[in-house]
């Protein structure tokens, strides 16, 4: 069993930058294959953001947020983190931390094992 919990949303405006935070419990991240963060905006489907495989070190991006956001383990502290740069109005959305044991199919939400309970990011014009 895995315990997620998210933290480091809030408000922010265009062109800021947002650091979120996964801690992870119950496992080490470095026995988990696949960790990811997804979002959801109000009134659409969860959609894939980011993830990171452990094998090899590989990160994998949603189109809309390349080259502005950035995902990365933490061993140490045992938790993932998403650095967001670059925020603009439609990044607004609850932020999910989510991950399983299998390293394949990364941006399906249906085939994750645990969710956290999600965090407010909101980026005002």
């Known amino acids: 069993q895995v315990q997620l919990v998210e933290s480091g949303g809030g408000l922010v405006q265009t062109g800021g930058s947002l650091r979120l935070s996964c801690a992870a419990s119950?496992?080490?991240?470095?026995?988990?294959?696949?960790m990811s963060w997804f979002r959801q905006a109000p009134g659409k489907e969860r959609e894939f953001v980011a993830a990171?495989?452990?094998?090899?070190?590989?990160?994998y991006y949603a189109d809309s947020v390349k080259g502005r956001f950035t995902i990365s383990r933490d061993n140490a502290q045992n938790t993932v983190n998403l650095q967001m740069n670059s925020l603009e109005p439609e990044d607004t959305a609850v932020y999910y931390c989510?991950?399983?044991?299998?390293?394949?199919?990364?941006?399906?939400?249906?085939?994750?094992?645990?969710w956290g309970q999600g965090t407010q990011v909101t980026v005002s014009s």
């Open positions: 990171s495989r452990w094998s090899g070190g590989s990160t």
């Open positions: 119950g496992r080490t991240i470095s026995s988990i294959p696949m």
């Open positions: 989510a991950c399983k044991q299998s390293a394949f199919y990364y941006s399906r939400p249906e085939t994750y094992d645990y």
